[in-house]
């Protein structure tokens, strides 16, 4: 046994279970996403593509997301942001069932030139945790796609927590303007016209986040931009 594992035991996030971060029990409470839908209808979609009538030309073009945010995921993911991040993510990815994670091949088949790019934190959430969760879940991804993971948005402001707002006008106004092209990114071999790019995120519900930095990619110049996340809410 290390010595970390003396000092800092591990206890399951779900039962308190000693010795992993999600037991066996636990790990079959995940829900699985069966059927993936469009984002702006909600209704059942093949690969998660943004349906013809709902598309917008600054809108995402597809969502695919991996589990449902249920109470277990929930605390998964609430460590990965605020305390355990790298810790609970190595031990969470490991129990992944390929099967799952298998639609993740559409992507490869829809084009081959992908890039990858996390949601940005603020400068002062990332020096508060001092990483990035949607970074941590693309190198993740990155494992399976094989695209080269981008720096090519910044957040501008820092917003509430989508949690905290009410409504989905509320989510809106909360993220509008949140998102800006870097201005690293021009010297960058990544740019962002006519790029294909796939955003992560560990959690869309409303989808105004994604939504709101696929407007600013689209309108630098990105030819298609498609969400994937670790949950739905």
């Known amino acids: 046994m290390f010595l970390i594992d003396l000092l800092f035991p591990k206890f399951c996030l779900g039962c308190g279970y000693v010795g992993v971060y999600l037991c066996q029990s636990c790990q079959n409470k995940l829900k699985p996403i069966e059927s993936d839908t469009c984002l702006y209808c909600k209704k059942p979609s ?18 695919v997301t991996i589990y449902h945010y249920n109470p277990i995921l929930k605390k998964v993911i609430k460590n990965i942001k605020y305390r355990l991040a790298v810790q609970v993510w190595q031990e969470f990815y490991k129990i992944i069932e390929p099967q799952v994670i298998i639609k993740l091949g559409f992507y490869k088949k829809l084009s081959l030139d992908f890039v990858i790019q996390p949601i940005p934190l603020s400068q002062i ?35 509430l927590s989508q949690a905290q707002t009410k409504n989905k ?31 992560i995120d560990d959690v869309v519900t409303s989808g105004s986040t994604v939504n709101e ?10 030819k298609k931009v498609y969400v994937l996340a670790l949950a739905k809410g």
């Open 169 to 199: 006008k509320a989510r809106y106004l909360n993220t509008r303007g949140a998102f800006a092209i870097n201005n690293k990114c021009r010297d960058a071999k990544f740019c962002v016209s006519n790029k294909n790019i796939i955003l």
């Open 213 to 222: 930095a696929a407007k600013v990619l689209k309108k630098a110049g990105a």
């Open 46 to 63: 093949l690969f998660g593509l943004t349906h013809p009538n709902c598309i917008n030309k600054l809108y995402v073009d597809g969502l």
């Open 125 to 159: 959430k990332y020096n508060e945790r001092g990483f990035n969760q949607a970074k941590i879940i693309s190198n993740f991804f990155k494992k399976f796609l094989h695209f080269p993971i981008v720096d090519l948005l910044v957040r501008k402001r820092e917003i």
